[in-house]
C-alpha cells in the first residue's frame, strides 16, 4: 500500500498526535479588515480542510503551522496572541464567500500601491505593510502627567 507523504515535516510535529492537540498547516489566509480577524483555509496531518477564524495580533501566513497546546497556541513551535474564534469544515463556496467579502487589497495580492479601501480597517497594523504605521508615542505631556509639556 502506497502512503501518501505528509505535510508536517518539521521535528515536533508528533507532539500534536501523542498529545491529543490540534494541528494544521495553512494553505491560505484571508484578511478581514472589518472585523480585525483572519481566515485560514488549513489542512491536517491527515489531509482533511478546515476554515479557521483567528483573532489576536499575529497575522498567521502561508505554509505556517498551528498547534494547539497545554501552552496556547503555537506557530510554528512559537506561542503567538492568537485565538481560534470558530473552526468549521471547508467548502469552496463558503471560501470564495469570504474571499468576495473582504475588500483588503491584500488579499488580491495588490501590494505594489499603498491601501486606499474606504471602509474602516480594524487593524491596528497592516498585516500587509499598505499603510503607514504612527506608533504612538509614549512620550506625551498627557501620558507622562506633566502640565509644563516637561519630559
Known sequence: MCQKSSIFTRQN???????GFMEWKVVE??????SGTIFCKVETQYGLN???WLKGDYYVRTGEIITTSNQGIL???RRRRVWIAQAMPFTSIGWMGFKQKNAC???RQEMD???????PCQFKLCPFGLKRYIP???STTKIN??????L
Open 13 to 19: 510535529s508528533n507532539i500534536a498526535s501523542k498529545e
Open 29 to 34: 489566509t484571508i484578511a478581514s479588515p472589518e
Open 50 to 52: 478546515y476554515i479557521l
Open 75 to 77: 506557530i510554528n513551535d
Open 105 to 107: 487589497p491584500g488579499n
Open 113 to 119: 500601491r499603498p491601501c486606499t479601501a474606504e471602509t
Open 136 to 138: 504612538e508615542s509614549y
Open 145 to 150: 502627567n506633566h502640565p509644563d509639556g516637561r
